[in-house]
């Protein structure tokens, strides 16, 4: 038995949107689906069982960071993160070469892998495939990711050549460090910034390796929503048909339209949480900031759509004073809603797909959205 | 019909601790009762629907922070407090003279009331008796207290005299500009310091002004704990005995049993939630601080006596990664489990003094508290 089954079930007819159906160590899902992120463990300020109220049942998980803490004795020790934080669902990790790149400003990159510095404490640490592997083992995830260099955008053609190809050869070594293939399913990652024919190259270089599935990395880096785009559009034709491919780090409702769109299974992003912190939530009318003072006395609820427990009972005007008054309520009763509206838009989306109305819905919701 | 209903139900032979009936607008209490604190309107990092489960139904709200925000404007437009944070509990509200004179490093104080600064942007703040009763009328909680000056324990015996004496014709004031007496009921606050003829004279001149609870002030405000349970053993007998009783600031576990030996029916205090934001639980086996190195893989939940859903869930060791790592889902599931434990804790009092076994109960609790 394998770890991960997949099957494209449908696609709309106007535009190729993929409803799938995925299974993982026995649990399903369909897809297209959202992954709320669990940086540390825990989707910040929510328990597992709110995470299952406004989550399809699959959360990622940061290697990186839960290498650092609790570490990977700790979590050997309680049998993997699930043992640790108790999360009932299903779990995916990246590999932890997007923080190695991004939250270390010096990092050194040798064929071997990649010194940096501690996000922290400033101390040295080195990251390679077989150490990602390793700790993702411990974590005992349902999906892996290969460990990928993920340069600018923007980088120059030659060494974006050079860091795929880096790339290519880091994911043969996951591959080969890989210890329990039957429980842990393994993607590969497809670096190339916007040069198409780097794109085309490392998936067929990872397919000849042969993954359980195939992530889009390199993109929600700083390029422009036209350039993105425009790699998703061709990225749709060549990707493997019969595998998931998941779009690395996007997760704003306009980016997963697109995404879908162009063939996108699975979605994760800090998004909906971070910018809970920052008093934003995201409704069917559009992003509401919660600061500003045309909700202080406001009694309806964050997004009169929905129907999540925020919504249901609290109204922009005390989720506006818990706010500004710096209670963690506050960050938490947006988190959910915000997890809840993506939720709720990734259902609308697969009804869409089933009833061949994907264009027609998304069209509906981005005008609605962006008023 | 009365907003408040009181009966001695019971006195534990031994001691005399007592066990009441508490009725709020139709709502019914067992006493004693302990309040978690809801400050500017929620219990830190709670919702209402836990609150619910981790206390017996009546919370605190801070009239000074519900002055300061959202403001008696919104606070009336919502139908008070509980038509804007949705608590469908009791209510009891302070004064905010606690505040006035613990949050601000100047005033002047006068017999018109107190001139202080905004504790966070410094401007210049009037409250006076008949200002207190106004906002907590807005506020529309089930009991509220008449503004008293709360000096320092050991504050000179000519200025807790004449400070008494304002705070008993604050008090009458107070009752004066009550509006809603059928509705809210108000509480007198008994001063005095360690001085037990001026605690005794205050009692008799709020009993002569008449009030439909008795609050005793200026403890836990720097006095040891000797000097607390003499002042609370000399009040126990001249307390009205008809009245409920209300300890006001207090509440670790060892004040709360040597409050309920003295008399009291009620307690207050932020400590489960605050000292819960620092890491530290209380249980019964005494404080857990869990930055500790020893629970690094600990398996065992805060407390092992206990049935909370924190508990029941997670072990030390997961907590305090989410501890250390700043995640404010530590802070919640410690303050959860924190006011449950006081929960437990009244309902072991209540059941140890309907058997008259307080005292052994008292004994047996801090034995194994304090090992």
């Not at 393994?186 to 000849?208: H, M, S, T």
């Not at 162009?262 to 934003?280: K, L, Q, S």
């Not at 900031?289 to 999540?308: G, Q, R, T, V, W």
Request: hydrophobic share 35%; with cysteine.
């Amino acid at each position: 038995m394998s770890a991960l089954e997949f099957e494209v079930l449908k696609k709309d007819k106007e535009t190729g949107a993929r409803l799938g159906h995925l299974v993982l160590n026995g649990k399903e899902f369909e897809t297209p689906i959202f992954m709320p992120v669990g940086t540390k463990g825990d989707v910040k300020c929510l328990t597992n069982e709110e995470v299952e109220e406004v989550s399809d049942g699959l959360i990622l998980g940061n290697t990186y960071h839960l290498w650092l803490s609790p570490g990977i004795e700790t979590l050997k020790l309680f049998g993997g993160l699930r043992g640790f934080n108790k999360w009932n669902g299903a779990l995916l990790t990246d590999s932890g070469g997007y923080q190695v790149f991004s939250l270390s400003d010096t990092r050194k990159i040798s064929e071997e892998g990649v010194t940096f510095k501690h996000y922290k404490n400033g101390s040295s640490l080195f990251m390679s495939p077989e150490i990602s592997i390793e700790i993702q083992n411990a974590i005992s995830s349902d999906i892996m990711m290969s460990l990928d260099e993920c340069p600018p955008f923007n980088e120059s053609y030659s060494y974006m050549k050079e860091s795929v190809d880096r790339t290519i050869r880091w994911a043969k070594r996951g591959k080969d460090a890989h210890k329990f293939k039957n429980r842990q399913a393994l993607f590969g990652i497809v670096q190339g910034g916007p040069y198409k024919d780097l794109r085309k190259y490392a998936i067929e270089e990872l397919e000849k390796i042969g993954f359980d599935g195939y992530s889009i990395g390199g993109l929600s880096v700083g390029e422009s929503k036209e350039e993105r785009i425009e790699v998703l559009k061709y990225l749709k034709d060549i990707m493997p048909q019969d595998k998931p491919r998941y779009l690395m780090g996007v997760g704003t409702p306009d980016d997963i339209l697109y995404g879908v769109e162009n063939g996108i299974d699975m979605f994760d992003c800090v998004e909906p949480t971070r910018i809970a912190r920052h008093g934003v939530a995201t409704t069917s009318l559009g992003r509401v900031n919660i600061k500003n003072k045309e909700y202080e006395n406001d009694f309806s609820p964050l997004d009169p759509s929905c129907e999540c427990e925020t919504c249901k009972k609290y109204s922009k005007a005390y989720i506006r004073h818990l706010f500004r008054e710096g209670e963690m309520l506050s960050y938490r009763l947006i988190s959910y809603h915000n997890l809840y509206f993506l939720k709720n838009l990734m259902h609308n989306i697969k009804e869409a797909i089933k009833n061949d109305k994907f264009l027609e819905f998304k069209n509906h919701f981005l005008k609605k959205y962006y008023k």
